[in-house]
């Protein structure tokens, strides 16, 4: 299709709608720019300009889910030659830093590599489950029960009781989280503890000091898709010193049920204190003092090569790295691959903690993006303005959902809200008051029949059927998932590369409107008072 209007100055209104706060559609009113946002090769122009290639006009164009592809083949290949994974503190893991660390020097990057303390996890061989009494029984390793990951070893024969569990579909469980759960609870024993409500690591060291000697933790069973056996994490910190198992809800309800019940338990592994890396560089051009930072996890768990979980983001973001490295935006771009995500986000932490307050505030927005090329994908962005499901994100972080909608909108691609679960890299930022946002193809959460019928795909089975674990390959990748998002990550880093206008508006209204409510409460703090004077005289 040929368009009346020039690239210059569609490029022009670009620019010109990217200092404004509007998220409409870019261009002159009434112009048709279908074919500039749809997939396909992209216009040599646009991607050899160094001055358009980083729009959100030619940055979308110029990053082809195909080269992303092969970046992820380069990590494939470092999996298959390094135990079948990229683990933080493996060599895999190593090698894939390495890789991309001289894509981005080749590209013209100074890279800053940051060391941080790390506890290096593991398993040496699969664990061992048995039932003692009443009747002797066998458990099937990865079918049954599994680790949690970053449990310490041991190997434990005692009774199992049960602590403060809430059984049922619909059951808001907070087992183990309070250390009240625990009162009465005996020396030796092997806590059963229920999932929910607060993290593993809170459970099992709860448990840990209450005297337990092993912990079980099942699968919480409110919902059909928390029922089955998933790979989590204890985290980095844990410091229960016993062993911890996690299991199927159904096993856990039967062993609930079962009196004079007594188990045991193997935990097989190895835990060490060691250290790990991030990988941090940025644009050469752009304000210093006005950052727009985006990251992505480069370890995989242990189980398997990670390449959705986290390559595809881990690969996208460097392509967009290599694309944006002769362009010139308005704002210094920050590109961060994290280390130890899979261990409790350890990387991501250590970075925004050892950043002084003037370095914070300059992070003007985070844009995270962990598995974006999901095989059964939907098209999740973030929900930073708390619309969906009820907590918002700093002051900014709606304005950045907004920012990823307007793409999806441009495509005419479906997209939803995703909770803010504190489940990657953008939780400390959060905590921090950085506004934030993302994309998100899915994990193990099952596809209902509506999103099937919005994304396509198979309802009732996972978003990621290979989610944390060995076939988590390449075969795993659905292209046209990598493409939208790819597309959509590349639109909102550029957009922003020129201008935050949209977020500094929202970051002032909420200050005003903190004002405001401030001075509201000082009035009527004042007027009680005088009523309260009249009173007594």
């Keep these: 299709m040929t368009h009346k209007y020039s690239v210059r100055r569609v490029v022009g209104s670009l620019v010109l709608a990217a200092s404004t706060s509007t998220l409409a559609a870019p ?79 080749r590209a013209g990057y100074q890279v800053r590599v940051q060391p941080f303390p790390f506890t290096a996890y593991f398993p040496k061989g699969p664990g061992t489950l048995q039932a003692l009494a009443p009747q002797p029984a066998s458990y099937v390793w990865e079918e049954d029960f599994n680790y949690l990951s970053q449990t310490d ?17 619909g059951n808001a469980s907070t087992s183990g989280c309070e250390v009240e759960d625990f009162a009465g609870f005996p020396s030796g024993a ?65 062993w609930s049920q079962t009196a004079g019940l007594q188990l045991h338990l193997v935990a097989d592994v190895i835990r060490e204190k060691t250290q790990t890396f991030n990988l941090v560089a940025e644009t050469r051009r752009g304000n210093p003092k006005n950052v727009v930072m985006a990251g992505a996890h480069l370890d995989s768990v242990f189980e398997g090569p990670g390449i959705n979980d986290n390559g595809s983001g881990s690969a996208a973001l460097l392509e967009m790295a290599v694309l944006l490295s002769k362009a010139h935006p308005q704002n210094k771009v920050r590109f961060a691959w994290w280390g130890a995500e899979e261990s409790g986000l350890v990387g ?15 992070i003007k927005a985070y844009l995270n993006f962990d598995m974006i090329g999901s095989p059964n994908f939907g098209n999740f962005i973030y929900d930073g303005d ?55 193809t899915g994990a193990e959460d099952i596809k209902s029949e509506e999103q099937a019928q919005k994304y396509g795909g198979a309802a009732g ?50 200050a005003k409107a903190a004002e405001g409510a401030t001075t509201l409460r000082q009035q009527s703090v004042r007027q009680a008072e005088r009523w309260g004077n009249h009173y007594i005289k």
Excluded at 38 to 58: D, F, M, Y
Excluded at 350 to 361: D, M
């Design 27 to 105: 261009g002159p009113e009434g112009a048709d720019f279908g074919d500039f946002w749809s997939p396909g090769k992209p216009n040599p122009a646009l991607c050899k300009s160094p001055i358009l290639v980083g729009t959100p006009l030619g940055l979308p164009r110029c990053l082809e889910a195909s080269n992303v592809m092969r970046r992820l083949n380069q990590l494939q290949d470092i999996a298959t030659l390094n135990d079948g994974n990229r683990a933080a503190g493996l060599p895999g893991y190593q090698a894939s830093l390495d890789y991309v660390k001289k894509t981005l020097e």
């Design 153 to 169: 070893p041991g190997d434990v024969s005692a009774p199992v009781v049960a602590v403060d569990l809430a059984l049922g579909a």
């Design 190 to 254: 092997i806590a059963l503890v229920q999932r929910g409500s607060c993290n593993f690591e809170v459970k099992a060291e709860n448990a840990a000091a209450a005297g337990a000697a092993g912990v079980i933790i099942f699968n919480q069973g409110n919902t059909e898709d928390r029922k089955g056996l998933e790979n989590v994490t204890l985290g980095d910190t844990y410091e229960g010193g016993i062993p911890v198992l996690f299991a199927t809800y159904d096993n856990g309800v039967a």
């Design 348 to 362: 991501s932490t250590f970075y925004v903690n050892s950043l002084s307050e003037t370095e914070r505030q300059r």
């Design 386 to 440: 708390g619309s969906s499901f009820g907590l918002q994100g700093p002051p900014g972080s709606a304005a950045i959902e907004r920012l990823f909608e307007a793409y999806f909108k441009l495509r005419g691609e479906p997209f939803e809200g995703t909770q803010i679960d504190f489940r990657s890299d953008y939780a400390q930022f959060f905590e921090l008051g950085i506004p934030f946002g993302g994309l998100f």
């Design 461 to 510: 089975q996972p978003f990621d059927p290979c989610y944390h674990q060995g076939c988590d390959n390449t075969a795993n990748i659905d292209l046209n998932a990598l493409e939208i998002n790819g597309d959509a990550m590349a639109f909102a880093t550029s957009w922003l590369s020129l201008s935050t206008k949209v977020i500094d508006d929202e970051i002032a209204a909420a």
